[in-house]
């Protein structure tokens, strides 16, 4: 039984470090690899009238 232990005790250590690394990439790409906000002067918007031009 001891055996056992020790491998179940090893397999949940694993499982808990890769939930562990997966938690740490997860919050590294949502606060440092996330885009600007949508109101960011980086997105390009139509020019007033350029709109009506196309529609008519």
Do not use: C
Request: glycine share 6%; hydrophobic share 50%.
């Amino acid at each position: 039984m001891a055996q056992q232990e020790k491998a179940a005790s090893g397999m949940m250590m694993f499982v808990a470090l890769v939930m562990v690394a997966a938690l740490a990439l997860a919050a590294l790409y949502f606060f440092v690899l996330t885009p600007g906000s949508p109101n960011s002067s980086t997105i390009q918007r139509p020019q007033e009238g350029t709109l009506e031009q196309h529609t008519r």
